[in-house]
């Protein structure tokens, strides 16, 4: 079986996979450990083993080696992107921090290198309130994803929370409508929306939440329509066996689904692929990245 070679490798290797939440589910089962993306960071910066093979998408990978550069880190598939985070450049990070001098820069781990960067610290859904919250400043320059955006700044409404850039989202959390709201109450269910979800969803969810946050809640009722990624219905579904989860059929981020068993094996096998990140840029990223870490308890 081909998850028996996966585990013989990665022994041999001294390798660990890290899954994100919206993975596969085999690629869930064989790993050794299936989070969000700050609880996959945590276990990346304190990780031990000499290779991590990190089935995400590239941002998440990369936070992974800037946390822990001595490890290797490989992305079993080459280019598993994110359109949110390719929504926002450094120079538009650098445009608004001139608009906005006195203003601090937060943005989402959903974002490349080179933009993180150019912020002052970065956060996680997990984290984006607790992060906002812990500045001096008054004006929070906030990106990419415009939704956590206005959560956010519904939860903190002692700062001025301005969106970089205005409108930014994520394809698939865009594609939730108030009618998927509405099925998931006429089922009875209780509603769980994740904050990249449009405002109006949020207001109609019983519960905003990220997926780690999900995790955290979901004792909380028995039946549930969630919406998100449909990774974490199944990832739910096998943290809570006696209740219920439901996906919205066909929401999926094709990115993250890209990562199968075969591309773990040939990673272990190959050692491909292996993130790199120029100097300079990864020094300044990690600023904003251990400012995020260090806030934990
Ligand atoms: C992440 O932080 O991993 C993504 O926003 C999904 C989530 O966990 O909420």
Not at 34 to 60: W, Y
Not at 65 to 76: A, D, G, H, Q, W
Not at 129 to 158: I, K
Not at 268 to 287: F, K, P, Q, S
Request: glycine share 6%; hydrophobic share 40%.
């Amino acid at each position: 079986m081909i998850q028996d070679e996966i585990r013989k490798l990665k022994e041999e290797q001294g390798a660990v996979i890290l899954a994100h939440n919206y993975q596969i589910p085999e690629v869930q089962d064989i790993a050794d450990f299936v989070g969000d993306s700050l609880e996959l960071a945590i276990k990346a910066k304190e990780a031990t083993a000499d290779v991590l093979i990190f089935c995400g998408v590239e941002f998440m990978a990369e936070t992974a080696k800037i946390l822990n550069p001595s490890r290797k880190v490989i992305l079993p598939v080459e280019n598993a992107g994110c359109p949110l985070a390719d929504c926002l450049t450094p120079e538009m990070v650098r445009e608004a921090r001139a608009r906005h001098p006195d203003a601090a820069v937060v943005l989402y781990v959903n974002s490349t290198i080179e933009s993180k960067a150019e912020a002052d610290i970065t956060c996680t859904s997990a984290n984006a309130v607790e992060v906002v919250r812990s500045l001096a400043e008054e004006t929070v320059l906030f990106g990419p994803d415009a939704n956590l955006a206005h959560y956010v700044a519904a939860q903190v409404p002692e700062k001025m929370v301005i969106p970089l850039p205005e409108g930014g989202h994520c394809p698939v959390h865009r594609k939730y409508t108030l009618a998927d709201v509405e099925a998931g109450h006429a089922r009875g269910d209780a509603v769980v929306c994740h904050p990249e979800c449009d405002p109006a969803i949020q207001e109609a969810s019983d519960l905003i939440a990220s997926t780690g946050g999900m995790a955290r809640q979901a004792h909380l009722h028995q039946n549930w329509t969630v919406l998100t990624e449909e990774g974490m219905a199944y990832r739910l579904g096998r943290l809570f066996p006696d209740r219920t989860f439901h996906a919205v059929e066909g929401v999926v981020c094709e990115d993250m689904k890209r990562t199968t068993l075969e591309d773990v094996l040939r990673a272990l096998e190959t050692g491909e692929y292996e993130v790199t990140i120029d100097d300079e840029v990864a020094a300044r990223a990690r600023t904003a990245i251990e400012r995020m870490i260090a806030l934990r308890g």
